[in-house]
């Protein structure tokens, strides 16, 4: 483990124009920047499938971001805007509440909250209509109200705006609805994208099948957390973010044929599978252990000597099996930082991440420390960073 946990370790100059702004038009055009074993190559995105080690299982992250920024007008003129954060009641599960029909409790970041006292919003789309209403002012949580017979997710869809990440500094525009989604996205609940799964197409996903390298899918709703800073100087005192994980039997057989050779696409992704692990750990030593993992787990709990992801995705099925359990639901705080052992991916797709952000903790634990070398790579050739940047091939 390093023996200085100084966050400003983390820092590097990023010029505001490598910052991209916007997409490319053609999502496989970006460019990829490949690193194995200290060796940097340039290629562009559509190169993907030959890149990969063959005989890999690309694991994909198949949240679908929902439209959470709802905007209210007051009778008096003011704007509010409610950002959906989480749900509440009557469940905090993400997945059950987009099926809802009616009404849903959610915690919600309230913009202009000084301008609304009391009383309820109204937003009106066509012929459907959104009520707002405090259930608890103080606690931020917001009673909401729709028309009968539509979904949640159906509600947003229509009456929501994309939740572009802050570091942009502009509003959604019509071409981010369908940009900030990866073309595989499947599974309403994320209110920011997985966005290393941005740059795949419909030709480069059928180029990988053809080239004989299996997917699975997996689900983590990525929450507004993931944008958090890292403000305190000793990084692991970090305040980690929960996200909601959902899986299917399925996604875990398939990881288990092909776990030795396993390509992560994004952190989300790998979070998924780390905290699989560690789940796994957790029931080789209670059976009836809940799927939380808490963001100093790994660094305290004691596994069996030899213990592989095998062992805990054999564990893991095995309780599914037991409870007749088709669709594991799971929390995470995972918080991947340098010393922490990666125990699943061999490799990984990344865009190029903020300085000081628990991101780029994550890639400087995958890569051991490499992460500067990468980044002064990338801003030398003029990669474009963030969100709607380009990407990377990170392989152990």
Same mark, same amino acid.
């Given at each position: 483990?390093?023996?200085?946990?100084?966050?400003?370790?983390?820092?590097?100059?990023?010029?505001?124009?490598?910052?991209?702004?916007?997409?490319?038009?053609?999502?496989?055009?970006?460019?990829?920047?490949?690193?194995?074993?200290?060796?940097?190559?340039?290629?562009?995105? /559509?190169?993907?499938?030959?890149?990969?080690?063959?005989? /890999?299982?690309?694991?994909?992250?198949?949240?679908? @971001?929902? $439209?959470?920024?709802?905007?209210?007008?007051?009778?008096?003129?003011?704007?509010?805007?409610?950002?959906?954060?989480?749900?509440?009641?009557?469940?905090?599960?993400?997945?059950?509440?987009?099926?809802?029909?009616?009404?849903? @409790?959610?915690?919600?970041?309230?913009?202009?909250?000084?301008?609304?006292?009391?009383?309820?919003?109204?937003?009106? @789309?066509?012929?459907?209509?959104?009520?707002?209403?405090?259930?608890?002012?103080?606690?931020?949580? !917001?009673?909401?109200?729709?028309?009968? +017979?539509?979904?949640?997710?159906? !509600?947003?869809? #229509?009456?929501?705006?994309?939740?572009?990440?802050?570091?942009?500094?502009?509003?959604?525009?019509?071409?981010?609805t369908t940009r900030y989604q990866t073309v595989y996205?499947?599974?309403? +609940?994320?209110?920011? $994208?997985?966005?290393? +799964?941005?740059?795949?197409?419909?030709?480069?996903?059928?180029?990988?099948?053809?080239?004989?390298?299996? /997917?699975?899918? #997996? %689900?983590?709703?990525?929450?507004?957390?993931?944008?958090?800073?890292?403000?305190?100087?000793?990084?692991?005192?970090?305040?980690?973010?929960?996200?909601?994980?959902?899986?299917?039997?399925?996604?875990?057989?398939?990881?288990?044929?092909?776990?030795?050779?396993?390509?992560?696409?994004?952190?989300?992704?790998?979070?998924?599978?780390?905290?699989?692990?560690?789940?796994?750990?957790?029931?080789?030593?209670?059976?009836?252990?809940?799927?939380?993992?808490?963001?100093?787990?790994?660094?305290?709990?004691? %596994?069996?000597?030899?213990?592989?992801?095998?062992?805990?995705?054999?564990? !893991?099925? =095995?309780?599914?099996?037991?409870?007749?359990?088709?669709?594991?639901?799971?929390?995470?705080?995972?918080? !991947?930082?340098?010393?922490?052992?990666?125990?699943? =991916?061999?490799?990984?797709?990344?865009?190029?991440?903020?300085?000081?952000?628990?991101? #780029?903790?994550?890639?400087?634990?995958? %890569?051991?420390?490499?992460?500067? +070398?990468?980044?002064?790579?990338?801003?030398?050739?003029?990669?474009?960073?963030?969100?709607?940047?380009?990407?990377?091939?990170?392989?152990?």
């Amino acid at each position: 483990m390093p023996n200085d946990f100084n966050i400003e370790q983390y820092n590097y100059t990023l010029p505001e124009d490598k910052i991209a702004k916007y997409p490319l038009l053609q999502r496989d055009l970006s460019k990829l920047l490949r690193w194995e074993g200290g060796h940097i190559s340039h290629h562009t995105f /559509s190169d993907a499938p030959h890149l990969i080690p063959e005989k /890999s299982l690309l694991v994909f992250n198949d949240t679908r @971001v929902i $439209a959470a920024r709802l905007l209210f007008a007051k009778s008096t003129g003011a704007q509010i805007e409610l950002f959906l954060l989480h749900p509440e009641l009557p469940t905090r599960d993400i997945s059950e509440a987009m099926r809802l029909e009616n009404e849903a @409790v959610w915690l919600c970041l309230v913009g202009n909250k000084k301008r609304w006292k009391e009383g309820q919003l109204m937003l009106t @789309v066509g012929k459907h209509s959104v009520k707002a209403s405090y259930h608890d002012r103080e606690a931020n949580l !917001i009673k909401l109200e729709w028309t009968a +017979g539509i979904t949640f997710a159906e !509600i947003v869809n #229509l009456a929501g705006k994309t939740p572009l990440p802050p570091y942009l500094k502009r509003k959604a525009e019509a071409e981010d609805t369908t940009r900030y989604q990866t073309v595989y996205s499947k599974n309403h +609940g994320a209110v920011a $994208a997985p966005t290393a +799964g941005l740059h795949f197409t419909e030709p480069v996903l059928a180029q990988l099948a053809r080239r004989g390298i299996a /997917s699975a899918y #997996l %689900t983590l709703h990525v929450s507004a957390g993931t944008f958090k800073p890292v403000e305190s100087e000793d990084y692991r005192n970090h305040d980690m973010h929960c996200e909601q994980i959902v899986i299917h039997q399925t996604s875990l057989e398939n990881l288990l044929n092909h776990q030795k050779r396993i390509v992560a696409v994004g952190t989300t992704s790998l979070r998924i599978l780390e905290s699989l692990f560690w789940y796994g750990a957790m029931l080789s030593q209670n059976p009836q252990a809940h799927f939380f993992i808490d963001q100093d787990l790994p660094y305290h709990m004691e %596994t069996n000597e030899g213990f592989a992801f095998s062992d805990a995705l054999h564990l !893991i099925l =095995a309780r599914m099996k037991a409870e007749n359990i088709r669709e594991l639901h799971g929390e995470t705080e995972i918080f !991947i930082y340098p010393g922490y052992k990666i125990r699943t =991916a061999t490799g990984l797709f990344t865009n190029f991440h903020l300085p000081k952000s628990t991101l #780029l903790l994550l890639v400087s634990a995958f %890569t051991d420390g490499a992460w500067k +070398g990468i980044y002064h790579e990338a801003i030398a050739n003029d990669y474009r960073f963030l969100s709607y940047g380009d990407s990377s091939l990170l392989i152990r």
